[in-house]
């Protein structure tokens, strides 16, 4: 338990990173009232095409006021569901975003998702609740206007209340969070602008794209990544720039020359590529930073909501490749792929979807996820939040149980990793990356951990080098996936049968002492999955030099 001038110290610390006009923002939006937002409503701006939502969105309303969000089910029928107190914020926000109104089958869904709507309008007064938080007021905007671009008009009543929510929404743009919420601001500004016609919907439009101008640049990295560093926040964000760029298509007059300007197909097949790059042979993103399947779509279905689009050309990821400017590497012989984590903790200013996951990897073999981090499962603040953003849920060195970036809370980070001379290099049969961070330093005698991974067709082989001038308790952790049939110890190491039922050993020198632990794998929000850990402990130690050699 921290004193308070520790709490005060890690504060500082986190806030020191900030921008001044997230602080400003902050406060002003405290202070600054939402002025009036009734008004008539505008006119419609026509349509040159309907509108086709990204295949692969699973349904969530499994009646006409139930629903499943996050492995948890709810029901409209209980009064006040809208903002139940028992259930998670991030439940409430998905309930107010209507994803299922683009969602797989939703055509067999449409008086269902006409009858919520109408009372979701009954049941939410403006400016009251999570409904009207401006995050939720862009992601609902973007459905309801997909859905009626779709072949489903909304009625007088609804598209009063969707001028109102653009009323609502502009005057709340989130310059405290930036990030991601502010490109998703943006983009249901440009949804909206485009929809209606008139002064105000120009307004609308106008701000959003000089918002996505200036984000464009910032959020999206030259080798494609998005600047969070989150392999689900960039399909996410990915997403939102390939619904822009049909939005440009069914509104060419207004859209058309700005997508060019902006460079949003270019952008979007570097992003497409980066997530390419990332992707399991299974199919489905890796799991650095806050990661959970179910959230996003994966790499095929947005390569093919692209392709309805844009002429783009299909890439397989390369067999090894080093994203520099996100600080992400690939490294890929024979059936073997790693993936590897020697990137900053995200933007400084917007770490929280940060994981102490620093020099992390992640190991498939065949189609077969072998060592995998730990995933995201809650938001909410608490003990589960606090473990899965640890280092002892990733695949990582742990020293004195201690986290190598000081995560807190749900979204804060203080004192951060910094990671040191990056390198990666390609021989004939096998490919290189090391790196180094102090993420420790403040620990006694300043530990330093260095990582280096080789890959050829035969093994990948981990080392892992610690130095300090004191003596620690360190611990080097490798969780196994849940598929994972079988691991268990042997003479040298690990025996361990992955689900596609091939053998692994794994030989370690070096150690201590070796074991397995019992572990959780966070697959998606709400689910928890149990697996085993391996582990090496080495106490009381100034250096080490351990080796962990995986082969079939």
């Not at 983009?187 to 000089?210: H, M, Y």
């Not at 082989?461 to 610690?466: E, G, P």
């Not at 050993?505 to 002492?513: D, E, K, R, T, W």
């Amino acid at each position: 338990m921290l004193t308070m001038p520790a709490k005060i110290f890690r504060l500082i610390r986190t806030v020191a990173h900030l921008r001044p006009g997230q602080v400003i923002n902050r406060l002003t939006r405290r202070i600054r009232p939402v002025s009036e937002l009734t008004g008539p409503t505008p006119g419609l701006r026509p349509a040159a095409l309907a509108y086709s939502a990204c295949r692969g969105r699973p349904a969530s309303m499994t009646g006409p006021a139930s629903f499943r969000f996050l492995d948890q089910e709810g029901s409209l029928e209980v009064p006040g569901q809208w903002n139940a107190p028992r259930q998670s914020k991030l439940w409430l926000y998905n309930l107010h975003y209507f994803d299922d109104l683009l969602a797989e089958g939703a055509g067999e869904r449409v008086a269902w998702h006409r009858s919520l709507i109408a009372r979701w309008i009954a049941d939410n007064p403006p400016l009251s609740g999570n409904g009207w938080e401006p995050y939720v007021v862009s992601r609902r905007i973007v459905n309801w206007i997909g859905w009626h671009l779709a072949g489903n008009p909304l009625d007088r009543e609804a598209l009063a209340s969707l001028a109102m929510q653009g009323r609502a929404l502009s005057q709340q743009l989130e310059y405290h969070l930036l990030g991601n919420h502010l490109f998703a601001n943006a983009k249901a500004l440009v949804f909206i602008g485009c929809f209606f016609e008139g002064k105000q919907a120009d307004s609308w439009r106008e701000t959003g794209l000089s918002i996505l101008a200036s984000q464009l640049d910032e959020q999206i990295l030259a080798d494609g990544g998005h600047f969070e560093l989150s392999p689900m926040y960039h399909a996410l964000t990915l997403e939102d720039l390939l619904d822009l760029i049909q939005l440009s298509l069914i509104y060419p007059d207004v859209l058309a020359d700005v997508a060019a300007r902006q460079d949003w197909r270019r952008r979007a097949q570097a992003m497409l590529d980066w997530l390419e790059t990332m992707t399991h042979p299974d199919g489905e993103i890796s799991f650095f930073n806050d990661a959970a399947l179910g959230q996003t779509r994966n790499h095929a279905e947005l390569a093919t909501y692209f392709a309805l689009m844009a002429t783009s050309t299909p890439r397989r990821a390369s067999a090894s490749e080093y994203l520099a400017e996100s600080g992400y590497v690939r490294l890929e012989r024979g059936q073997w792929v790693v993936l590897m984590d020697m990137a900053r903790i995200g933007p400084s200013y917007l770490p929280g979807h940060a994981h102490a996951d620093t020099l992390s990897l992640e190991i498939s073999v065949g189609r077969s996820r072998l060592v995998t981090n730990g995933g995201t499962s809650v938001y909410a603040t608490g003990p589960v939040r606090e473990a899965e953003r640890g280092t002892a849920s990733h695949a990582t060195l742990c020293i004195d149980g201690e986290n190598s970036s000081e995560t807190w809370a749900s979204f804060r980070v203080g004192r951060r990793a910094q990671v040191l001379d990056p390198q990666v290099s390609h021989g004939p049969d096998h490919d290189v990356a090391e790196a180094s961070h102090n993420g420790y330093r403040y620990l006694k005698g300043a530990p330093v951990h260095h990582r280096r991974v080789e890959v050829s067709a035969g093994q990948v082989v981990v080392r892992d080098r610690y130095e300090a001038t004191a003596k620690h308790e360190v611990i080097g952790r490798f969780p196994l996936h849940p598929s994972v049939r079988s691991a268990s110890l042997c003479e040298d190491g690990w025996e361990i049968v992955t689900g596609e039922g091939q053998n692994v050993h794994v030989s370690l020198s070096g150690a201590v002492q070796s074991g397995i632990e019992d572990g959780f794998y966070a697959e998606s929000f709400g689910v928890r999955l149990p697996r085993q850990v391996l582990t090496w402990t080495a106490r009381d130690s100034l250096s080490l030099d351990v080796k962990l050699e995986f082969s079939i």
